[in-house]
């Protein structure tokens, strides 16, 4: 591990790899931030999985931000190499990484950047990062351990000094996007209810949704009902079963862009969700949440913060049965979920609406 200080370095073009989840690049903005505050005249080039390209596309921090289709025509280890050669004659002087799969330690060494930070787990980081830190996965909240990476460069964060919370800027394009639907609602306050997610045993079972939706509407609630490609029929489901016969329910499945849903969330008076991409989307925002924890814990670290946030989970000895979630539960009953009743959240998201 080279332990050569770089605070007093200066770097002028900067590359960060979040090739995660949705909800990862949002908890990596923190460090962006502070990473531009370090390094002002530098160029900050972000690379995300593709398909999120737009929703940080207005980030004010970000020079560029780049698609990487890593389940597409990117996937294999050539087409990284073709990436990382392509990307060496750039001219990149420091490559930071939070993701830390054999692909992306594959891609900072094919970049070639003279410094490159990247966590000392697994043990193939060894060969691709110039400067390793400890994730401190079991220590620390997961907007801190991305900041460990920062350690080298002067800038931290821990439990002691929290980072700050994320700024998100949305295309102009996205908030009228927002705009046109918000315009057009009924008075009343706004609940969102988000209730999908790419792991089936993080969702909170679909008649509970329903449950919410209904004293909602019962309670002079605006529900909007957002749910991504592939989630159409639950929430037209969920929307059924609401029985709202008001015309205050309007369902919105498949019918954004993830930066307009971005921009429609921030919109809302409160939101309802699971673990999941749009959670950080809301939470983010500084949007009054309550989130359904189920085979993840808060403990993970990757939970929504902020005064206005609320994690409703259960204590089970199987929870967290996992770092993600699973197609099925793996002990038969999905308890974890299905004992977080409508009752309690309704309690929590009520004072939310101020209905």
């Known amino acids: 591990m080279n332990r050569i200080d770089l605070s007093t370095r200066d770097f002028r073009k900067i590359g960060l790899w979040q090739t995660a989840f949705l909800g990862d690049a949002v908890l990596t903005l923190p460090f962006i931030q502070a990473l531009k505050a370090r390094y002002p005249g530098a160029e900050i080039h972000y690379f995300v999985r593709a398909g999120l390209e737009g929703l940080f596309s207005a980030q004010r921090e970000l020079t560029s931000v ?46 070639g950047a003279p410094v490159r930070i990247g ?49 998100l800027d949305l295309t102009d394009e996205a908030k009228t996007r927002a705009a046109e639907i918000f315009d057009g609602l009924p008075v009343g306050p706004k609940l969102g209810i988000h209730p999908g997610s790419t792991w089936p045993t993080k969702c909170w079972p679909k008649e509970h949704f329903a449950e919410i939706a209904r004293r909602a509407l019962d309670a002079g609630a605006v529900v909007l009902l957002f749910a991504g490609p592939g989630e159409e029929a639950l929430a037209a489901h969920i929307a059924n079963a609401a029985g709202d016969a008001s015309g205050r329910l309007i369902n919105l499945a498949n019918m954004l ?51 206005h946030s609320r994690v409703l989970e259960t204590a089970l000895d199987c929870r967290p049965c996992g770092l993600h979630g699973h197609k099925a539960c793996p002990l038969g009953h999905h308890n974890c979920m299905k004992d977080i009743s409508p009752d309690r959240v309704w309690d929590v998201l009520r004072p939310m609406l101020g209905v």
């Open 66 to 111: 780049r698609g990487f289709a890593k389940r597409g025509n990117q996937k294999s280890l050539f087409a990284a190499r073709a990436l990382g050669h392509d990307l060496s004659l750039e001219g990149f002087d420091l490559w930071i990484s939070p993701h830390a799969s054999l692909r992306s330690a594959f891609m900072a060494r094919s970049v």
């Open 119 to 167: 966590y000392h787990q697994p043990w193939y980081n060894w060969l691709a990062y110039t400067h390793l830190v400890d994730r401190s996965f079991s220590r620390l909240e997961e907007i801190e351990r991305i900041f460990q990476l920062g350690g080298p460069l002067g800038i931290f964060a821990d439990k002691a000094t929290p980072a700050p919370l994320p700024r």
């Open 257 to 307: 862009t993830i930066p307009a849903l971005a921009a429609c969330l921030g919109r809302l008076d409160a939101c309802l969700t699971n673990d999941s991409g749009p959670m950080h989307l809301t939470w983010a925002q500084g949007v009054p949440l309550a989130a359904c924890f189920g085979p993840t814990v808060r403990s993970l670290g990757f939970f929504p913060r902020g005064q």
